[in-house]
């Protein structure tokens, strides 16, 4: 059963083309991820399925609602977290939660259970105002607000981005204790690293959809073979490996180059002799297991070409 459904969507602004033809769906009481780099489209396409932005043509929809027709019936069933903290900077915890409840009609107590996992970090300061809580205690609080009316969808968009690594993997074990509740949630990153943490994935890149699949899925599909290279002279390596006839793509990742080469009987030895002719030192060339970076690389590839 599908509870989002995106046909042939598409928004610009101005001669900026936001998202093209943006079609998938997204089934019941998953954790779905849109992939991407800053301004792929993913907030766009976030702000027209909260009823926020209207799209210049396609159409969405929201357990059967139209984003545009029954857009006040959606606002009720849905909890959405903008990628900027939008909550009242001069409101504390408990009045900024107190706030929102009101405002779908409920309250704190009806509805504790549901954020308590979440809402017991940060209560020891629910006299403490919003704008004087660290990043991580303002992504909390955001999500508390979202919850607070027993939504049966969530929409977050880069929830984790600024804030730092603890946090970060303390807000995904909640986004799977309330997967477990029976909450579907399509969550934005442009941590390629959070890919892995969702059931299914779709991966965007300049408005337009890559792919959409299962992480494993994704990784399963690349076709090239893949090696982390590495040398002593690091930036030189990159170089040289984007001038080469026997390397078809290569990119920086963290202390090695990931790279795929054309057809090569021997890639290992030939790579290495190519290398050491250029006067490398240090040469170091291992088989490797793609990442969804490394799959979304090849596919933004291929689209470029």
Request: with cysteine; glycine share 8%; hydrophobic share 40%.
């Amino acid at each position: 059963m599908f509870v989002i459904e995106i046909h042939h969507l598409s928004k610009s602004y101005g001669m900026v083309q936001a998202l093209e033809d943006v079609s998938f769906s997204v089934e019941k009481d998953i954790i779905f991820g849109l992939i991407g780099p800053d301004g792929s489209g993913k907030t766009t396409l976030f702000r027209i399925l909260a009823t926020l932005l209207k799209p210049d043509s396609g159409e969405a929809s929201i357990n059967g609602l139209d984003v545009i027709r029954d857009f006040k019936k959606i606002r009720q069933i849905i909890g959405y977290m903008p990628g900027r903290f939008s909550l009242y900077h001069d409101l504390t915890v408990e009045e900024n939660l107190s706030f929102y409840a009101k405002v779908f009609g409920t309250t704190i107590e009806k509805n504790y259970d549901l954020i308590r996992d979440i809402y017991q970090h940060i209560e020891p300061y629910k006299t403490r105002r919003a704008g004087q809580l660290s990043g991580g205690m303002k992504q909390k609080l955001a999500l508390s607000c979202a919850l607070i009316h027993s939504p049966d969808i969530l929409i977050l968009d880069e929830p984790t981005t600024g804030i730092d690594a603890v946090s970060r993997k303390e807000f995904w074990e909640m986004l799977m204790k309330l997967k477990g509740r029976g909450i579907t949630i399509i969550v934005s990153t442009s941590y390629m690293d959070e890919a892995g943490l969702c059931h299914r994935v779709g991966l965007i890149q300049n408005g337009h959809i890559l792919t959409v699949d299962a992480p494993e899925v994704i990784r399963n599909q690349f076709e090239e073979k893949l090696f982390a290279v590495r040398s002593h002279e690091m930036y030189r390596l990159v170089r040289d490996l984007e001038s080469s006839k026997m390397i078809r793509t290569a990119f920086m990742f963290g202390q090695s180059v990931h790279v795929t080469l054309s057809e090569t009987r021997d890639p290992v030895n030939e790579l290495t002799v190519y290398l050491e002719d250029l006067g490398h030192t240090g040469i170091q060339i291992e088989p490797l297991f793609p990442g969804i970076e490394d799959c979304f690389m090849e596919l933004m590839t291929k689209k470029n070409k």
